[in-house]
Structure formats: structure tokens, C-alpha cells
């Protein structure tokens, strides 16, 4: 058995290696792309039961949205719901026999984690400016600058060791279950892994938009509170 | 443990593809579709609503034309019924007024008509009336009755005025004695001598004879006649008889 903290290279595309996780990247983007474009063909205003379950996978990722943002879900849509599905398939590619899902690899993770650090990034100039998200770091105050820095890393640094830990460690414990009791004896534990696939899909999606959410409101101009209808209580008593 | 930072990358290309191509072929479709069609949910709504409200409107327009034709039905039913009552009243009046014409002209007309009727018969029966007494008179003793009228002639006369007696003393033509027979020489000297009386003079004399006189004796002169017969009686009784009708 190999570790699955090695890439298993399968061969070389001129200095870029080819490992299987990217090979398994490859195949999930083929079947989501292909499916989507075919489910997403004839859509039409009376929808049939196929188009009803697109339109239930959709409605179900805004209200998702809605509520960590408070903001519209279209502009993080595409994002956000494209993380969580590639997340779920990559991760449910275990029980395939013989794949290893790409989020076993810490290459993949930290890919996705760098494509949240970056869309932070721009989300955050898109909403607020390049001022605005600079000043997001001073916030509440000045002081907290080389900390915020330090966070941004950081939760970022835990968004995909989470991710990593978790599907990996499945792995390996289901790899080892199976060459040490049989054959039968891990699916238990495959079920198990499909839960923690689906709850780290959507731990990872949801933080994505969290910090996103953070970084926009953070960034966005301060609004004076305006002053009291009512004169305060002490001008009232004199 | 290391990180393979071309795989790194090559995942992160492919991440950002998948993204990018769902977006295109899944999630703006998809979301396109659900706000094309609660676009319209929304506009067949205000379209409903829109309806609603015009058939609403149209509804009271409809009720309140409804309300005014009534009304409208009930006044010209009233103007109607009034305008047929005072139609009737006056026809009836109109009637009442032709009827009492047509009965005052039929009674009127029946007045006329029984008068003229009764007349005709009243002017029958005299005549004959007097039919009949001449026929009664013509059985009575000539002589007898021309006697009587001798004297009645003597009479009358002598009841003339003086005027009227002097008149038949100076007819120069003389006068006409008219009897019903032809009379002779002695009734015609006995009577010659009876006027002679009666008149205190003797006119000249021309006798003659009228049997539509019945029974009498008249004078005629070409301005004056003295009429004593029966004839003239009748007539006078008949006359009167008629004109007491």
C-alpha cells in the first residue's frame, strides 16, 4: 500500500508530473461538465422532474448562501456550489475501488484552499476596493493588522488540512481495515466515510463563504450611527 | 512529505476551469430558469391582479348599468302605465261623448220621425175623417140641408161688417151664388129674394153649381167669398185638426 501522503505519479507531461489525483481531477471535471451540460439542455418554465431536482440542488445552495452572507447568491454561486460538488464527487470517488480520492492529496487541497485565499482576495476589491480590503485587516483596530494578516493564513492553512486530514485519514484507515480483516469488514466504515465526505464538502463550501462574507463586510464603508430622535436623558431631566 | 507544486497548480487550473464551465453550463442556466419563471409567476400574478381589478371594475359598471336600467325600466314602465291610463280616460271621455251625441242625434231623429209620422197619420185621418162625413152628409134630405144653409147664409150677412156689405152691394160683375145643384127658377127667385133682404139691395146674380160642395151655398165676387158649405167646414175642421198637432 502506498502512503498516501506520496503523489503517485503516473507519467511525466514534459517538467509537469501527471499524478493520479489530477488524472481523477480529470475525470470528475468530464463527468460534472458533461453532466451538467446535459441535464441543463432544455430547461424550461414548466419544469419536469429532472429540471425540478437541478432547480432543488440550486435554490438549496442560495438559501445556503443567503444565510452565512446575509448578501444575493448569485455572485458566489458559481463559486461556492462548484466547490462543494467537486469537494463532495472528489471525496465519494472512494468508493470506487481502486481511486484515490484527489482530496486525499494535499496537493489538491491546497489548490482549493489558494483558489478560496484568492477569491477572498477578489471578492473582497470587487465589493469594497482595494482600499476597502486593505482596511479590513485594520479591523476593529490597527493593532490587530499583523494578526489579521497572520489569520488569513492561517484559516486558510486549516480549510484544507481539515480537508486533507479527514478524507485521508479515511482512506488510510479503510485501506488498512481492508488488508488486515477482508473484504466485507470496511464497508461500515466506507459509509462512515460517505458522511464525512458530504460533511466536509459542505464544512469546507460553508467556510469559503464565511470568510468571503468577513472579508466583504469588513471591507465595505463604515456607516455613522445617526443621532437619536429623542434628546438624551440628562437634557431632558434639566 | 512534500508538496508537488506543478500538481499543485495543475489542480488548481483544473479547479478554476470547473468552476468557470459549471458556472456557464449549470448555475446561471439553472438559476436563469428559476428567475424566468418567478419573473412569470410574477407577471401572470399582476396580470390576474390586473384583471381582477378590471373585471371588478367592469363588475360595479355592469351592476350600476344594471341598477340604472332597472330604474330606468320602472320610471318608463310608470310613464307608460299613466300615459295608457290617460289614453284610456280620454278614449273612454272621447267615447262617453260620441255615444251621448249618437244618442241625442237617434233620439232626436226618433222625435222627428214619430212627429212626422204622427203628423202623417193625423193629416191620414183627417182626411179621412172628413171622407167619411162627407160620405155621411151626401145621405142627408137635400132640400132640408139646403134650406138650413139659406138661412146660415142670411146670417153670415147680416154678421158681416159694414164695409164687406157694402163691397158685395157695389161688385159691379155682379155676384156668383155657387150651390150643388143646379137650381130652378123658383129656388132661384126665393133666394134672390133672401139676399136681396140681407143686403138692403138686388146685385145681379149668376147661379151656379159645385158638388164638391156637399151641401151649401157660397157667395164669390173677384175680391171677396163668403164660404157656407160643407166642404169649407170640413176643410176648416181639418185644418184645424191638423194645426192643433
Known sequence: ?238 | MSIDFWSLGLQAVNVTILIWLLSRFFWRPVAAAIKKRQDTVSRLLNDAQTAKTNADAILAEVTTAREGIAAERETMLTDAAQKAESAANLALVNAQKQAQTLIDTAQLESTRTADALRAELTEQATLLAVNIAQKLLSRLDTAVVQSAFVGLLVEAIGALSAEDRESLRAANQGIELVGTLDLNDQEKASLSQALSQALGSSPALTFLSNPELIAGLEIRTPHFALHNSWQSDLATIAKALNHAE
Open chain 1, 1 to 238: 500500500m502506498n502512503s498516501p501522503l506520496q503523489a503517485n505519479v503516473l507519467f511525466q507531461l514534459g517538467p509537469v508530473p501527471i499524478t493520479e489525483a489530477v488524472i481523477t481531477t480529470w475525470a470528475i471535471m468530464v463527468i460534472l461538465i458533461l453532466g451538467s451540460f446535459l441535464l441543463a439542455r432544455h430547461l424550461d418554465t414548466l419544469p419536469g422532474k429532472r429540471q425540478a431536482i437541478l432547480e432543488l440542488i440550486v435554490a438549496t445552495l442560495d438559501i445556503q448562501i443567503r444565510e452565512t452572507s446575509g448578501a444575493a447568491p448569485a455572485p458566489y454561486r458559481g463559486f461556492i456550489g462548484t466547490l462543494f460538488l467537486f469537494i463532495l464527487i472528489a471525496n465519494w470517488s472512494s468508493l470506487i475501488p481502486g481511486i484515490t480520492p484527489p482530496t486525499a492529496q494535499l496537493e489538491t487541497d491546497a489548490a482549493l484552499a489558494i483558489l478560496v485565499f484568492l477569491s477572498i482576495i477578489w471578492f473582497g476589491i470587487s465589493k469594497g476596493g482595494v482600499r476597502g480590503y486593505f482596511k479590513s485587516f485594520a479591523a476593529p483596530n490597527l493593532i490587530m493588522i499583523p494578526l489579521n494578516i497572520l489569520e488569513s493564513v492561517t484559516r486558510i492553512f486549516s480549510m484544507f488540512v481539515r480537508l486533507f486530514g479527514n478524507v485521508m485519514s479515511g482512506v488510510f484507515v479503510i485501506g488498512i481495515v481492508a488488508s488486515l480483516a477482508g473484504l466485507l469488514v470496511p464497508i461500515p466504515l466506507m459509509a462512515l466515510d460517505l458522511l464525512t465526505g458530504l460533511v466536509q464538502a459542505y464544512i469546507f463550501a460553508v467556510l469559503a463563504m464565511v470568510f468571503i462574507t468577513a472579508t466583504v463586510e469588513e471591507s465595505q464603508p463604515t456607516v455613522k450611527d445617526s443621532p437619536p430622535a429623542s434628546p438624551p436623558l440628562e437634557e431632558r431631566e434639566s
